[in-house]
C-alpha cells in the first residue's frame, strides 16, 4: 500500500477528525461523527503500521487520535486546579455538613471530662486510687508543665501522633463505635488529669497548658469523630441509594476531612510545640490558640456554607470518581 496516496485520499477526513477535537463545543450528532470518523481513522493508522510501519503519515496520524481520544474519554485537571477546587470547595463543604454533629460530641465530650474531674476531685479517697501521693504531687508540680517544653521534634510528634488518630475516627467510623470510644476515653482521661491537678490547687496551669493548642486540637478530632459516624449512619440509613452506593459517595465526601484535617492539626502543633510551653504570657498564648480556632471555623462554617450553596458536596468530581452508573430516565 502507498501510504502518501492514502494520506492524499484520506487527509480530508482526517482533518474534519481534528477539527471536531479541537471544538469548544460539540452537539450530539457531532459527537456521533467524533466517535465514527475516530473509528476510521483507527482504522487507517492500523493499516499503514501493517503495510509500511513507522511513517510521517502514521505519526501524523498519530496525533490525531490522541487528541481525538482525549476529547472522547476526558482528561485530569492540573495539580493546581485539583488543590484550588479540594481547598475552596471539596474539603470546607464536607466539613460544613458536620458542622451540627461535631458540636454535640463537642458537648458531650466536655460533658464527660468535667463529670469525670468533678466527681474524682470531690473525693480524697478517688485521687488517692490514682497513684502514690509524692507521684501525684510531682506530676502535678512538675510533669505536666515539663510535657509541653518547646521543641521542634515535639511538634513534629505531636502533629503525627493527632492526625493519625484524626484518620482513625473518619476511616473506621463505618464501625460506629471507634470514633465514639476514642474520643469517651480522651475525655475520661483529661478528666483525670483535671481531678489531679485540681486536687494540688494546679487547676488554673492545666488550663493554660491545654486551652491554646487544645481548643483546635479537640475540634479537629470531634470534626474527624462527626465525620466518621456520618460514614456509619450513610450505611445504616442509604435512603433512596443502594448502601454500597451511599457508603461510596459519604466516604469519599468525608475522607477528604481526613486529608484536611491534616494541614489544620499541623497548625495545632506548630502552637502546643512552640506557643503552650514558651515564656509568652498567658492571654498572648489564649489569643493566638483563639485566632487558630477561629480561622478554622471560618473556613469550616463561612467558607463550606458558601460551598453548599453552590451545590458542593464534598464528594470527588465525576473524573476523579470513575464512571458513575448509568439509569434511564
Known sequence: MDADALSDARRPEWERLDALSRAHRLNGAQVDELIVRYRAASADLAELKTSVGDSPQGAYLSTILAAARLRLTGASDSILTQATRFFGSQLPAALYRVRWTTLVIALAFVLIWAVTGAWIAADPERVATLGPPDVLQQYAEEDFVEYYQPAASFAGMVWTNNAWLAMQCVLFGVSGVWPVWMLAQNAIGIGVATAVMASYGYLDVMLLHILPHGMLELTCLFVAAAAGLHVFWAWVAPGPRTRGAALAAEGRALA????????????????EGFVTGSALPSPVKLVIGAAALGAFLFYMLVTGRRAVRRGESGDLVEYEAGTPTLVAG
Request: net charge neutral.
Open 256 to 271: 477528604t476531612v481526613a486529608i484536611g484535617l491534616v494541614f489544620a492539626l499541623g497548625l495545632s502543633g506548630l502552637v
